[in-house]
Nanobody, 125 residues
């Protein structure tokens, strides 16, 4: 099993930036593809970004492409989400998720095995 703990959320003005972190427990972090999802008030959870085990492959939701960057440091058991040019529509609880995989170059959009509890990002206009 792996436990995921997010941090870095907070209140930011539109146009600002935040960097979220997701720290994973255990020694097998490099076996997991990682995702970020978000859930805004009154809305369903949606995919934000994904990264492969190796970090060499990434993908993003259209709504965040060019503004958000997902990265990982397997030595630190941590995945990051750098968020720039934030908009009020980005306000949500952001959660990281992990999916164990034997394929180092693949990322996933669903079917995640483990979830963090999330961190709140609020973007004011």
């Amino acid at each position: 099993q792996v436990q995921l703990v997010e941090s870095g959320g907070g209140l930011v003005q539109a146009g600002g930036s935040l960097r979220l972190s997701c720290a994973a427990s255990g020694r097998t972090f490099s076996r997991y593809a990682m995702d970020w999802f978000r859930q805004a008030p009154g809305k369903e959870r949606e995919f934000v970004a994904a990264i492969s085990r190796s970090g060499g492959s990434t993908d993003y939701a259209d709504s965040v492409k060019g503004r958000f960057t997902i990265s990982r440091d397997n030595a630190k058991n941590t995945v990051y989400l750098q968020m720039n040019s934030l908009e009020p529509e980005d306000t949500a609880v952001y959660s990281c998720a992990a999916k164990i995989t034997y394929n180092s170059g693949t990322y996933y959009y669903d079917g995640m095995d483990y979830w963090g509890k999330g961190t709140l990002v609020t973007v004011s206009s």
